[in-house]
């Protein structure tokens, strides 16, 4: 099963910043937190990842809280291409396969 | 960089039939995994690969399901007297593993199987 937990589905305005949460309240001290998400009939690509600080590349932001019970991902000026279903997955970073498990994700739509 | 390749994109059989999907990775990717997604649900882990040994085997994998990657390279994913509980997409992806702390996925278009 999924350890974390995300709203089924979200709206955002196109060309505004989309923030995405995730609770992973039993996350444990070495597993990462990672993001993926998947636009229609296409595979899963990868967003983001982090460990305890936030982090962020040419996608994204990633924010963990200091509890690391939770994060955000944002996608600061979204559009309508990033609509999409996305999923946060925490995992051991050397044991992939079963335990990288994707929960049902939340599917951002972008409005515009 | 061609990305992961993915072929039938899509497969439709008649139950009872066999069926076997090819993928090849990424060129220099060493690990290769094996996900299967039925329609709202997220993807679901079948198994993977490091070079050409299989590491790891989901209790999905029924002994209906067999994977096979020959010298490391392309993998192929065999599913002998299809049901209709197979129909899904079947997704591959491969990854270089070079730290374990910084693994990303990268995943193909995966092969639609519809069932009959």
């Known amino acids: 099963d999924a350890k974390t937990t995300q709203p089924p589905s979200m709206d955002c305005a196109e060309g505004r910043a989309a923030n995405l949460p995730c609770n992973h309240s039993?996350?444990?001290?070495?597993?990462?937190v990672y993001w993926y998400r998947q636009i229609h009939s296409q595979g899963p690509q990868y967003i983001i990842h982090?460990?305890?600080n936030n982090e962020t590349n040419e996608m994204a932001s990633l924010i963990i809280t200091e509890d690391r019970k939770s994060s955000t991902l944002i996608l600061p000026h979204a559009t309508l291409r990033d609509t999409a279903v996305y999923y946060c997955?925490?995992?051991?970073?050397?044991?992939?396969?079963?335990?990288?498990?994707f929960g049902p994700g939340t599917r951002l739509s972008v409005l515009p | 960089d061609t990305g992961v390749s993915q072929n039938p994109r899509h497969k439709i059989t008649k139950r009872g039939q066999n069926v076997t999907f090819r993928c090849d990775p990424i060129?220099?990717?060493?690990?290769l995994y094996w996900y299967r997604q039925t329609l709202g649900q997220g993807p679901e882990f079948l198994t993977y690969?490091?070079?050409?040994?299989?590491?790891?085997k989901s209790r999905l994998l029924s002994d209906r399901f067999s994977a096979e990657r020959p010298k490391g390279s392309f993998s192929t994913l065999e599913i002998q007297r299809t049901e209709q509980g197979d129909s899904a997409m079947y997704l591959c992806?491969?990854?270089?593993?070079?730290?374990?702390?910084?693994?990303?996925?990268?995943f193909g278009s995966g092969t639609q199987l519809s069932v009959l």
């Open positions: 997955i925490v995992i051991v970073g050397y044991n992939y396969g079963q335990n990288f498990v």
């Open positions: 690969f490091q070079n050409e040994a299989q590491l790891e």
């Open positions: 982090g460990l305890k």
């Open positions: 992806a491969s990854s270089l593993r070079q730290t374990a702390t910084n693994e990303k996925l990268f």
């Open positions: 039993t996350i444990s001290g070495n597993e990462y």
């Open positions: 060129s220099e990717h060493n690990r």
